[in-house]
Nanobody
Framework: QVNLVESGGGLVEPGGSLRLSCELSGGTFRRYVVGWFRQTAGKEREFVAAIGRGSHTYYLDSVRGRFGISRDNAKSTVSLDMSSLKPEDTGVYYC???????????????????WGQGTRVTVSS
């Protein structure tokens, strides 16, 4: 059974940085496309970033240049480095993974089979 565990959320001031991590267990990590999504109350889950099996990366336009996604296959971990954070980046961030996802579907939350429990990020002064 695949299990995803996120860590690293918290409260940060505007302009600050955070690193989120997502560890996958119960599967062969290198076979999975991994994505990060975020959600705020009353809104649909929003794609933030994804990384393919070959480490190709994809970003929401509003985070490109501020966020960086990377993977460490030896540690079965994906990291999301967030900098120049803005209040509108606030939300619960979820890690998602799927081993059969085609890369054209990386932005669709319904395309991912496995999800973590989420970690909250609050950007506020």
């Amino acid at each position: 059974q695949v299990n995803l565990v996120e860590s690293g959320g918290g409260l940060v001031e505007p302009g600050g940085s955070l690193r989120l991590s997502c560890e996958l267990s119960g599967g062969t990590f290198r076979r999975y496309v991994v994505g990060w999504f975020r959600q705020t109350a009353g809104k649909e889950r929003e794609f933030v970033a994804a990384i393919g099996r070959g480490s190709h990366t994809y970003y929401l336009d509003s985070v490109r240049g501020r966020f960086g996604i990377s993977r460490d296959n030896a540690k079965s971990t994906v990291s999301l480095d967030m900098s120049s954070l803005k209040p509108e980046d606030t939300g619960v961030y979820y890690c998602a993974a799927d081993q059969s996802l085609i890369l054209s579907d990386y932005g669709r939350h319904t395309a991912y089979d496995h999800w973590g429990q989420g970690t909250r990020v609050t950007v506020s002064s």
